[in-house]
């Protein structure tokens, strides 16, 4: 199995397809194997990058916390291992502000970049109503399963047919994160923000969101699109923060066409 090597931590990743690089950066906790809707549809056209953030899946679990600079260099690694000097990058969610503070970092090294439901920072950033936080209560207490349950509506539409989001649970209960992993990211990202620096930004910029998005609410997305110069932004229809499972078509279209105009 490949791995990169940095900062104390081995960087499982996985390469799928030819063309292109394009570099895939998963959330808070969740590992590579949530981009399972999107490999179909972007396989087909580029070399798909995918990899497990330190903490969680089959990278290493160090002393944290992880901190979204550390987080990005792990991303330069994984490019380095892979042999890749320069790639399109795709980040959901914590993944979305890996790839801005990468984008910050190596510019040389980014193609294009797409954002997806994330934000600039919880300091600066939108925040989910206070009601929707209390399905953390007793947090510790409950098993993987409940928290999943528990979670679900906060990540998807409620359009979404139930044997979607059934088949996400499955590939994230067999992959659940430990929870020192899960924490060492969430302390990290705690005090990270973009938002001063977004106008540095040089790559070309695609902003997604979707429109229900509970837990990252959608302004986020308009504050991304009026400080990064000439991003484009586009809200998606009846989805959610998971809109590759909410509306997986038409997402995907949106960024295959994207990446092509480039």
Avoid at 28 to 40: E, K, Q, V, Y
Wanted: aromatic residues 8%; contains cysteine.
């Amino acid at each position: 199995m490949p791995y990169a090597v940095n900062r104390g931590a081995r960087i499982y990743w996985e390469s799928h397809g030819e063309g292109e690089p394009l570099v895939l950066l998963m959330g808070l906790s969740f590992t590579l194997d949530l981009w399972h809707r999107s490999l179909p549809y972007l396989t087909h056209r580029y070399r798909t990058i995918l990899l497990d953030n330190r903490g969680v899946g089959r990278s290493s679990v160090p002393r944290g916390p992880y901190s979204v600079p550390l987080m990005a260099r792990d991303v330069a690694a994984v490019m380095d291992a892979a042999g890749v000097e320069r790639a399109h990058l795709i980040g959901a969610s914590m993944g979305g502000m890996i790839a801005q503070e990468f984008a910050l970092r190596f510019p040389h090294r980014v193609r294009s970049l797409i954002l997806g439901c994330t934000s600039c920072g919880i300091l600066r950033g939108k925040w989910p109503k206070a009601g929707l936080l209390r399905v953390f209560r007793r947090w510790r207490r409950i098993t993987p399963a409940e928290r999943t349950e528990r979670l679900a509506p906060l990540l998807y539409s409620p359009r979404t047919p139930p044997e979607r989001i059934a088949e996400d649970v499955r590939i994230r209960l067999a992959n659940y994160p430990r929870e020192r992993g899960y924490l060492n990211q969430l302390l990290g990202m705690i005090p990270w923000s973009s938002y001063r620096r977004l106008p540095r930004i040089e790559a070309p910029t695609l902003i997604l969101h979707g429109e229900q998005d509970p837990l990252m609410p959608v302004g986020n997305a308009f504050l991304l699109a009026r400080r990064i110069p000439n991003a484009r932004l586009v809200i998606l229809p009846n989805a959610s923060h998971f809109f590759t499972t909410d509306q997986p078509e038409l997402a995907h279209r949106i960024v295959l066409d994207f990446l092509a105009s480039l």
